[in-house]
């Protein structure tokens, strides 16, 4: 993909959460960052909440066309097997 696959959500407490997602060369690289937390954290494994927005997300992605079906299937495979 050529951009980032981006959102942010809320905590308990008022705490934001800023999820960023890279998909790239068959990978998919997951960023997480808290309002409260100076760095992003980037060794968190995703929760199967965080697999189910990313492929609603990416499913949004592909019918408007800004993402390839082999993104989009690279997903859904990974989300299977991880989430």
């Known amino acids: 993909m050529k951009r980032d696959i981006?959102?942010?959500?809320?905590?308990e407490g008022g705490v934001k959460r800023t999820v960023r997602i890279h998909i790239q060369a068959g990978k998919v690289k997951w960023q997480f960052k808290r309002s409260d937390e100076e760095r992003w954290d980037y060794d968190t494994p995703p929760s199967s909440e965080d697999w189910e927005a990313l492929e609603t997300k990416m499913d949004q992605l592909y019918h408007r066309r800004r993402a390839s079906y082999k993104d989009f299937e690279l997903v859904r495979e990974m989300r299977e097997k991880h989430g």
């Open 6 to 11: 981006e959102w942010k959500e809320m905590l």
